[in-house]
């Protein structure tokens, strides 16, 4: 089946204005991740979804970036007021959320990533 | 923040040789993961091992966790060109985000 996508795979903004990222995670898929990764850098976590809710949102810098899950299955990041320290590879993740019987941790998933959307702010 | 540490920063072996890379982490784990990535974009995920696994094999990939010394280490045998990539291992905490560490370059020369 299809793996998780992201639009777009690029997106250049000006500073100062709002951009939409979309995640399209693998159907059935129950938990929907986002990070952010900086040149040279591994990924950072930003928030984590568990159906339509955000299950821990700690990872966002601030309030200028915000996302939804309304329906379970799309997400949706958004960034206000784009500053040029934004720009970085926004990464998604989706996992199944499916128990794993074995782990001493009943809530261990593996997470399957998109390609990205590179946003630059210039 | 940043858990893992791997090590070296980068590698760069011979077609045909065996790569080992290494990551340390600072707090308990449920599980940790290796992942690979292409020219900065998709990551792929490689292999996955839990606290209480010692060794997990895939393929070419060896995978070793030392809860004790709070480390792991990726084997990749017979290594090739397509190997080229950057390393990252990641742990999982209880809620299941990931921590990822700075990766590691790994260059296989033909």
């Known amino acids: 089946g299809a793996g998780v996508s992201q639009t777009p795979s690029n997106k250049v903004t000006e500073k100062g204005k709002y951009v939409e990222l979309r995640c399209d995670p693998i159907s059935g898929h129950t938990a929907l991740y986002w990070y952010r990764q900086s040149l040279g850098q591994g990924p950072e976590f930003l928030i984590y979804?568990?159906?339509?809710?955000?299950?821990?949102d700690s990872g966002l810098p601030n309030d200028r970036f915000f996302a939804v899950r309304p329906e379970g299955s799309v997400s949706t990041l958004k960034i206000q007021r784009t500053e040029r320290g934004d720009s970085a590879v926004y990464l998604c993740?989706?996992?199944?959320?499916?128990?794993?019987?074995?782990?001493?941790?009943?809530?261990?998933?593996?997470?399957?990533f998109g390609p990205g959307t590179r946003l630059t702010v210039t | 923040s940043q858990q893992g540490e791997e090590d070296p920063q980068a590698l760069s072996i011979q077609e045909g040789e065996n790569a080992t890379m290494n990551c340390s982490y600072k707090?308990?784990?449920?599980?940790l993961q290796w992942y690979r990535q292409n020219s900065g974009r998709g990551l792929v995920h490689l292999i996955l091992?839990?606290?209480?696994?010692r060794e997990k094999h895939s393929g070419r990939l060896r995978v070793t966790l030392d809860t004790s010394k709070k480390s792991s280490s990726l084997l990749i045998t017979a290594s090739r060109a397509a190997d080229t990539a950057s390393y990252f291992c990641a742990t999982g905490g209880a809620n299941s985000k990931l921590t990822f560490g700075k990766g590691i370059t790994l260059s296989v020369r033909p």
């Open positions: 091992i839990r606290s209480n696994e």
């Open positions: 707090t308990s784990i449920n599980n």
């Open positions: 993740a989706s996992s199944s959320g499916v128990e794993e019987r074995t782990a001493i941790d009943p809530l261990t998933y593996e997470q399957y």
């Open positions: 979804f568990q159906g339509t809710g955000a299950a821990d």
